[in-house]
């Protein structure tokens, strides 16, 4: 089975700017979750979705918004950047049933000048 | 609030030596519990869960109610183990939403 693929893998953008960055789960799986990674943080949570909802929310503000397609793949969109906005994100599947291991895609490194 | 804290960064090893990386929680209900690890230049992956109880690659990790610990532990640490280890916590039964830790990266020597 291929693995989770997200596209773009580099991206820079200036203050201001927003962003989209997709997510293509392993096939099968119904469950997306996103991440941020910065240095200060470390791994923080976005959010999940599930069956094209979202399902579980991390304290982040409304700026950064998710959704899913019916194919599963997700996207999310980070609107009026900030610098501190740079980060890795990390987009994650799982299949579903209970405690399941959650397989991460390589990241999108974004850069916000 | 939830939260996991290691507080170790750095854990410097000799080859064929113990390993225990520390990882604390905070969490009002009961918690599912994991390590991920990330080897350079390769995704984060899973190395173990509490709820399997399981030893992978030699390591293990008890839950600790008590002391609301979850520590991993090696016998004998080898070089191809040197990487970022992460504790995390999940809110979900499905181990989605993972709270991590901020990370302890091991270096294994000869």
């Known amino acids: 089975k291929a693995g989770v693929t997200q596209t773009p893998r580099y991206l820079i953008k200036t203050r201001g700017q927003q962003v989209t960055l997709s997510c293509s789960p392993i096939s099968g799986h119904r469950s997306v979750s996103w991440y941020q990674q910065t240095p200060g943080q470390g791994l ?57 291991e959650q397989f991460f895609g390589p990241g999108t490194r974004l850069t916000v000048l | 609030a939830q939260r996991v804290t290691q507080p170790e960064k750095l854990l410097s090893v000799f080859k064929g030596a113990p390993v225990e990386l520390k990882c604390n929680y905070s969490y009002s209900g009961s918690p599912e519990l994991f390590w991920y690890v990330q080897y350079s230049r390769q995704r984060l992956q899973l190395l173990l869960r509490h709820i399997s109880r399981e030893s992978i690659k030699g390591f293990t990790a008890d839950l600790n109610k008590g002391e609301t610990s979850f520590h991993l532990k090696k016998p004998f640490a080898q070089e191809e183990d040197s990487a970022m280890y992460y504790c995390a916590l999940s809110e979900s039964q499905a181990g989605t939403a993972l709270i991590f830790g901020k990370g302890t990266t091991l270096s294994v020597s000869s």
């Open chain 1, 44 to 100: 923080q949570f976005l959010f999940e979705y599930f069956s094209e909802t979202q399902r579980n929310k991390g304290n982040f503000p409304g700026r950064f918004s998710g959704r899913q397609f019916s194919n599963s793949r997700s996207e999310m969109n980070v609107s009026t950047l900030e610098l501190g906005d740079s980060a890795l994100y990390l987009c994650a599947s799982v299949q579903g049933g209970l405690y399941n």
